[in-house]
């Protein structure tokens, strides 16, 4: 018997360009249904920068926008409020939001920009080459530490969700991850959550911060991915809500 998956209008039928295992597929599932199950598709417009989710238009059947590196909440922040009625979110990775655009989304949040960011951090640069993220733990080995991330020689890895916690402008905060269904079941409702927040018209940024596989540049098969998020990301990067 042939196994066919259930699809949502959000959601459409094409092949990944995604490498095997990687967790973006199962977060682009997560905001599909999200969308579809809030009745909100047809006035969701959602912004992707640069990254290896900067083609999340030819998965995502809704208004998108594709934007420079770092800079999706200034454009999501020009978007909601000339489109307020609209829900506005930013589909962003850690090379992304934690780099190039730190300043960018620090800034949304301290002006309490009605926004919702879905932060995929899977702690290494993807599309580039898997080079030291701001997030790459240490001891792990990338592209450009060789011999593993270093505090005295590249510092420590960036913790976003705390920083933008202690923000006025951040109106909820969470971090979830993406190595289990129990995981993944917590993170649809994180998501949901967030965007729920937008649409009630809550005041304030809402990101949720998802710890996400790229068995490509950690080196490994994919269920081994999933365990390392387990066994050595979440110390770094504890799970749980931290305002909202």
Known sequence: MKTVFARTP???????HYCPGCGHGIAHRLIAEII???????????????????????????????????????????????NPGKIIFSYQGDGDLAAIGTAEIIH?????????????NNAVFGMTGGQMA????????????????????????????????????????????????????KTKGAIRHAFELQAEGAEGLSLVEVLSPC??????????????????????FPLGRLKG
């Not at 959000?10 to 990944?16: A, R, S, V």
């Not at 949304?108 to 995929?120: D, K, L, N």
């Not at 490994?220 to 990301?233: L, N, R, V, Y």
């Open 10 to 16: 959000t959601l459409k039928d094409c092949p990944t």
């Open 36 to 82: 579809d199950e809030m009745g909100i598709r047809d006035r969701t417009i959602g912004i992707a920068p640069v990254g290896c989710a900067v083609l999340a238009y030819n998965y995502l059947d809704v208004d998108m926008i594709e934007v420079a590196h770092g800079r999706a909440p200034a454009v999501a922040t020009g978007m909601k409020r000339t």
């Open 108 to 120: 949304a949040a301290h002006r309490g920009e009605q926004i919702t960011v879905v932060f995929i």
């Open 134 to 185: 701001p997030t790459t733990t240490l001891g792990q080995v990338t592209a450009t530490t060789p011999k593993g991330r270093s505090a005295a020689r590249e510092g420590y890895p960036l913790q976003i969700a705390e920083l933008l916690a202690i923000l006025p402008g951040a109106a909820y905060v969470e971090r979830c991850a993406l190595s289990g269904p129990a995981r993944v079941r």
């Open 215 to 236: 068995p490509t540049y950690w080196r490994m098969p994919p269920a081994k991915a999933m365990e390392w998020i387990e066994s050595e990301m979440i110390k770094v």
